[in-house]
């Protein structure tokens, strides 16, 4: 342990090794392998009935006659509001669709095969091939009337839309269309104002301004008339079929092999998606086929990238090679590292060997603390010492970053900061600026690790570490609500600042009421806000979150990091009640992200379903992943697959 110092490099080495053996990483232990990387039966089939509506659907457009439809379809068709889609999906092809409304369900699906038949590219799509051509039919079920300019998704009111849930029926100019539930799904639709700007572009409005607020107050000042739809959707999958919820297939169970299988789906997804750098695919939208992030429009080059959540990436491989002992894992992570140690600048004021990831014009907090992270985890698993001095440097930079009453400092170069020179002694203003919840935490779990785990000469900096890094706690539990009271939002978000207290804990002197205390409070208040079978506003909610009750859903795996820290350290204090109940929530939030995932199934409407397939999103109809969606849900589900008895 880092108290301990020894002199003789051999037996350095040897207590090195020992420790990177240890039965706690060795890889694959304990965790067994699903029966199959892939298991369509695991999703919800649509009953016989369906299975052969879809069948005479299929004949019917490769241009057979529509022969008698099934009796006992699971969904009852009203003349008066049975509005019915019928869309072609097909890897590499724009959806093709066409709906309508007839005096009965057979005669509207006449008339939606024959309209689809004779659309200009109905050609590009192969009908009869069950594996390359997928159909998704939809009906409305109920209409009620609502209000455009008052619909929210935030309340709960007769105008709440719901994504992938509420459709419209909407009469701009004495034209009527429909927003069918499922285009939220198939148009990467969440909110409301998405929604709205969505309307406008149907509606031609977007073609009188570029400016999408603008585009938003011209639809609403339209004279609209608007209804609120609900239906009941179902797509192909190979020979069968899928009823869909919120335009997605629901699985038919959770546990410990489906939560396996959707691990190594999302280590394959990063590990497939490494750049010939190391470097990973930071972001990609399956609908529009691109990798550009719209958070941070770039004018020189439109690939944004984020060093941070490189680390994260890289972390992930290294659970990947954890719990599987595959080495492709292992040597992915070591190129994702040379890429990481390709950013790192030499601290020139530093008396010892002092170095920082510098990237994107920035030195932040964070970077240093998840590339340490990400380096003791991979020198723990391997046994390679390469990173040593990098590991020392990163150290003493996290240990200058500590001002004297205990305060992180945010960044140690900005470009709108000092000129863009180091910043050293800050005011409290620029303090109080460069603030983040989530440096501190990551700063302090690097240092955690680095501490408990790998073996240093120098004495002076391990007290120094010590010393340090508990004043560094003592001002984030005591100090910081104060300080920075009117900046933590009502859903607590320090996950890292949890997994640090997880290991400090273990550290003779740091085992702290306090510390404890911040890790179980704020464990305990998340779950006070998150949606569970009782209280859940949908069946697709439970586990996940809410800053206010009745928000669309937040399921959030990087927030379930911080909890299964939590789990183990009451696991540590041998709190077994608490323990038990964090476990059932967590297994609970772990259901809840399963609807995130990108699988075969789920990615019809994506342009090239390959490309996502593994990878989770971030919010249930929203279509875009980056690399620590997946990277969130990956270790959280590594650490999960390891606590489940």
């Known amino acids: 342990m880092a108290e301990r110092h020894e002199k003789n490099k051999t037996l350095l080495l040897i207590i090195f090794l020992i420790i990177s053996l240890r039965p706690a990483v060795v890889p694959g232990a304990g965790i067994a392998p699903p029966s199959s990387k892939h298991s369509p039966s695991n999703y919800i089939e649509a009953g016989a009935p369906e299975t052969k509506l879809f069948q005479i659907l299929r004949k019917a457009?490769?241009?057979?006659?529509?022969?008698?439809?099934?009796?006992?379809?699971?969904?009852?068709?009203?003349?008066?509001?049975?509005?019915?889609?019928?869309?072609?999906?097909?890897?590499?092809?724009?959806?093709?669709?066409?709906?309508?409304?007839?005096?009965?369900?057979?005669k509207t699906l006449n008339r939606v095969v024959t309209k689809i038949r004779s659309l200009p590219r109905f050609s590009?799509?192969?009908?009869s091939d069950t594996d390359r051509c997928r159909l998704l039919f939809e009906?409305?079920?109920?209409?009620?009337?609502?209000?455009?300019?008052?619909?929210?998704?935030?309340?709960?009111s007769l105008n709440r839309f719901e994504p992938g849930i509420t459709g419209l029926k909407y009469t701009f100019e004495g034209t009527t269309r429909y927003f069918m539930p499922t285009d939220a799904m198939m148009q990467s639709i969440m909110s409301v104002n998405q929604l709205f700007n969505y309307l406008a572009k149907k509606c031609g409005i977007a073609a009188q301004?570029?400016?999408?607020?603008?585009?938003?107050?011209?639809?609403?000042?339209?004279?609209?008339?608007?209804?609120?739809?609900?239906?009941?959707?179902?797509?192909?999958?190979?020979?069968?079929?899928?009823?869909?919820?919120?335009g997605a297939p629901r699985l038919k169970s959770f546990n410990r092999e489906t939560l396996y299988t959707s691990f190594l789906g999302g280590?394959?997804?990063?590990?497939?998606?490494?750049?010939?750098?190391?470097?990973?695919?930071?972001?990609?939208?399956?609908?529009?086929?691109?990798?550009?992030?719209?958070?941070?429009?770039q004018k020189k080059d439109p690939l944004y990238?984020?060093?941070?959540?490189?680390?994260?990436?890289?972390?992930?491989?290294?659970?990947?090679?954890?719990?599987?002992?595959?080495?492709?894992?292992?040597?992915?992570?070591?190129?994702?590292?040379?890429?990481?140690?390709?950013?790192?600048?030499?601290?020139?004021?530093?008396?010892?060997y002092s170095c920082f990831p510098f990237f994107n014009r920035k030195s932040k907090l964070g970077g240093a603390g998840i590339g340490l992270v990400a380096l003791v985890r991979y020198t723990l698993l391997s046994g390679d010492f390469t990173f040593a001095k990098e590991m020392a440097g990163l150290v003493q930079h996290l240990l200058s970053r500590i001002d004297e009453g205990g305060e992180m400092i945010g960044y140690y170069?900005?470009?709108?900061?000092?000129?863009?020179?180091?910043?050293i002694n800050p005011s409290e203003v620029v303090k109080k600026e460069l603030f983040s919840f989530y440096y501190p935490g990551e700063a302090l779990l690097g240092l955690a690790l680095y501490y408990r785990h790998i073996e240093s000469k120098d004495e002076k900096l391990t007290i120094e570490i010590r010393q340090k890094s508990m004043q560094a706690l003592d001002f984030l539990i005591l100090q910081r609500p104060l300080k920075y009271a009117h900046l933590f939002p009502s859903l607590p978000a320090d996950a890292w600042l949890m997994q640090a207290i997880e290991e400090w804990v273990k550290v003779k002197g740091f085992k702290k009421r306090a510390y404890i205390d911040f890790v179980f409070n704020d464990s305990d208040r998340i779950w006070s806000q998150m949606y569970n079978e009782a209280n859940a506003l949908y069946s697709d909610y439970p586990g996940g979150f809410y800053y206010d009750y009745?928000?669309?859903v937040y399921h959030d795996a990087s927030r379930c990091e911080g909890i299964i820290a939590a789990y183990n350290l009451a696991r540590y204090l041998k709190d077994d009640e608490r323990a038990r109940q964090i476990m059932k929530n967590m297994m609970l939030s772990a259901n809840g992200i399963m609807n995130l995932r990108n699988t075969q199934e789920s990615t019809f409407a994506h342009l090239y379903p390959e490309k996502s397939i593994g990878s989770f999103r971030f919010k249930l109809t929203r279509a875009w992943v980056r690399v620590d969606s997946t990277q969130h849900a990956v270790c959280f589900f590594a650490r999960l697959l390891k606590a489940i008895p």
């Open 61 to 106: 457009l490769c241009g057979h006659n529509l022969t008698s439809l099934p009796q006992n379809l699971s969904f009852t068709f009203q003349p008066e509001i049975s509005q019915v889609y019928i869309t072609l999906l097909q890897a590499g092809r724009k959806p093709l669709r066409w709906g309508a409304r007839r005096k009965s369900l057979a």
């Open 124 to 127: 590009e799509f192969t009908i």
């Open 139 to 156: 009906i409305v079920t109920s209409e009620k009337k609502g209000e455009m300019a008052k619909l929210d998704s935030g309340t709960l």
């Open 209 to 246: 301004t570029a400016k999408k607020s603008e585009r938003v107050k011209l639809l609403l000042k339209a004279p609209i008339e608007c209804s609120l739809l609900t239906s009941t959707a179902l797509v192909s999958y190979k020979k069968s079929v899928l009823p869909l919820y919120r």
């Open 267 to 297: 280590i394959d997804w990063l590990y497939d998606n490494m750049n010939e750098d190391g470097s990973f695919l930071y972001y990609y939208d399956g609908i529009k086929n691109s990798q550009i992030d719209f958070i941070h429009p």
């Open 305 to 352: 990238y984020n060093i941070l959540r490189h680390s994260g990436g890289t972390i992930a491989l290294l659970w990947g090679y954890e719990l599987t002992g595959q080495q492709r894992y292992l040597k992915a992570a070591r190129k994702s590292l040379d890429y990481l140690a390709g950013t790192f600048v030499t601290q020139a004021e530093s008396e010892s």
């Open 413 to 423: 170069l900005h470009p709108k900061y000092n000129d863009g020179k180091p910043i």
């Open 550 to 552: 009745g928000d669309h």
